[in-house]
């Protein structure tokens, strides 16, 4: 059973940053995700297994980096200049493809969500 702790997260004023974490049982490719109400669960970033291949969303460009440490198998998730629109509880998942994928329907592992509020 692949689990993912999550940490991190809270709330910031805009402008200011948050780190996330989550911890795996394993190396996966692993996505962070993020869900407002009422709106499908979107691709914020993606990261190999290998730590060699990230995709980041548009809306995070330059703004967001993650990055992982295999000898712990934890990913982070470093958010700088957040806006309220970043707003949104944030999910780290867990994929046995090997390459980053950007769908939610390629991760089958998930994490319980931590809540971000970003206020103006």
């Known amino acids: 059973q692949v689990q993912l702790i999550e940490s991190g997260g809270g709330l910031v004023q805009a402008g200011g940053s948050l780190r996330l974490s989550c911890a795996a049982s394993?190396?996966?490719?692993m996505g962070w995700f993020r869900q407002t109400p009422g709106k499908e669960r979107e691709v914020v970033v993606a990261i190999s297994r290998s730590g060699d291949s990230t995709y980041y969303a548009t809306s995070v460009k330059g703004r967001f980096t993650s990055s992982r440490d295999n000898a712990k198998n934890t990913v982070y998730l470093q958010m700088n200049s957040l806006k309220p629109e970043d707003t949104a509880v944030y999910y780290c998942?867990?994929?046995?493809?090997?390459?980053?994928?950007?769908?939610?329907?390629?991760?089958?592992?998930w994490g319980q969500g931590t809540q971000v509020i970003v206020s103006s």
């Open positions: 998942a867990a994929s046995t493809r090997i390459s980053t994928v950007t769908s939610p329907y390629d991760y089958a592992y």
């Open positions: 394993g190396r996966y490719t």
